[in-house]
């Protein structure tokens, strides 16, 4: 079992930054790739980002391209995701997850936060 503890969220104007933590315990986080999720009302959980086991290798979300930045210190258990130049419609909840493979796919990610709302003000 891997425990997930989003945090760092809250409320940004637009064009601001704020950088999302997730803590992880249970297990070590070098076995997973991690993911940041979000959703907002009314609307399916949505891919944002996705890091590999050892950090080589990145996947973003079109929307975040450019504004979006994730990282892992695997040595502290920790997932990042740095967030500039926000917009009202990045504002969710965003969730950390884990999974065993590499991937987008929200399906295959099998442990999850309870979120972090992150709400961008016009």
């Known amino acids: 079992q891997v425990q997930l503890v989003e945090s760092g969220g809250g409320l940004v104007q637009t064009g601001g930054s704020l950088r999302l933590s997730c803590a992880a315990s249970g297990r070590t986080i070098s076995n997973y790739g991690m993911g940041w999720f979000r959703q907002a009302p009314g609307k399916e959980r949505e891919f944002v980002a996705a890091?590999?086991?050892?950090?080589?290798?990145?996947t973003y979300a079109d929307f975040v391209k450019g504004r979006f930045t994730i990282s892992r210190n695997n040595n502290k258990n920790m997932v990042y995701l740095q967030m500039n130049s926000l917009l009202p419609e990045d504002t969710a909840v965003y969730f950390c997850?884990?999974?065993?493979?590499?991937?987008?796919?929200?399906?295959?990610?099998?442990?999850w936060g309870q979120g972090t709302q992150v709400t961008v003000s016009s």
């Open positions: 890091i590999s086991y050892s950090g080589g290798s990145t």
């Open positions: 997850a884990a999974t065993l493979v590499y991937t987008i796919s929200t399906t295959a990610y099998r442990y």
